[in-house]
């Protein structure tokens, strides 16, 4: 790693060693400027690493520009401004013109082909080593101050004069994380976990572990939060992006309510009442002397379609022809309308995403540098951005790292 000797002066300085930092200095250099890498840790890249299960979901093949930003419950108008100059085709284009190759799944994920996110970790550092720019790793910020047209930027061990600084130090689960950012003056919203699992304790449906069902929609009683895909059930509740996408749009809403709230499971996506009822009816003639509980004529698993059954208490020597109008309204609400309890949440550890982090407001989505402090850029999420699950966080760091490191490395 490269040392500094004392207050020698840096043109951009960015503070976080993660996806949008990285992209962020690889913007940001010239051939005649001088670009560091500030990392509290002793690893750069680290989330890039373990996420999407260590391969990597690196965008997502949403081209319509008015439709990628629908994907962002906080952003979404900034985010539609600053795809225009950089979006999921840009970020394809850019990892493939470097060698790496990318693949695009049925869901519209986007990931490397060698399905490994170590190709991406390796083509970054390879792009600061070919740009000489400086990486500094166990550098932790303590602040930052303008003086006159620079920085004083004070980390634990120095402190080092930085013409322009980009901060991308990622989420943080507390305010105390941002505190240094509002000793500043600039406005923090309080952040709160976005992307996380529902819990149900006792539950036992949680005996299903592993089971899944590709389409669904479940709803959080009382509010107008829908989320709609695969649902996976886990031994402490449920998962999939069906629940990632509820926890991501009613991330506040969830917070005030101290994760205690239920939700309504339609196990038939987006199945309508009259509907399923004539399928039902349909099913009488034709499964006849079957008995129900050997005749799942559902896309759900024969388990699920099983612990439904017990749930609504529907006997097991019933056959589907001696089904009564009581017994099709149970099977109705088990299939449409499907109430569980939640109490509590599950977070990805390693890979968290809040919701929360530096006011939009006071950011210039044109540029990403601060409209309160001239010089001070931002990019990723520590900015009050978050998307669901499929790429869009990644997105969300490659375009505002692009945009800020571009335009920190103009001169004034």
Known sequence: MNQFEGNQLIDVAVIGGGAAGFFAAIHAKTASNRVVIFEKSNKFLSKVKISGGGRCNVTNATFDIDELAKNYPRGEKQLRKAFHQFNAKSTIDWFESRGVMLKTYPDNCIFPLANDSQVIIDCFLKEVSDKKIELKSQSSIQSIEKQDNCFVITSNNESVIAKKVIVTTGGQPKISGLSWLENIGLTIIHPVPSLFTFNM?????????????????????????????????????????????????????????????????????????????????????????????????????????????????LPENIRWKDLEKKSINKLVTALLFDRYTVSGKTTFKEEFVTAGGVSLSEIDFSTMESKKVRGLYFAGEVLDIDGITGGFNFQAAWTTGYIAGINSSKQN
Request: aromatic share 10%.
């Open 201 to 313: 304790p006792k539950n036992p449906i949680c005996e299903l572990m592993g089971n899944v069902v590709e389409k669904t929609t479940v709803k959080i009683e009382g509010t107008k939060l829908v989320g709609r895909g695969p649902l996976l059930i886990t031994h402490w509740g449920m998962s999939g992006p069906a629940i990632l996408q509820l926890s991501a749009w009613g991330a506040r809403i969830l917070e005030e309510k101290k994760y205690q709230f239920a939700v309504f499971v339609n196990w038939l996506d987006m199945c309508k009442e009259n509907e399923l009822r004539d399928f039902l009816e349909k099913q009488k003639k034709e499964q006849g002397e079957k008995y129900l509980r050997n005749a799942n004529p559902f896309p759900i698993t024969n388990k699920i379609w099983t612990f439904l059954l017990n749930k609504y208490e």
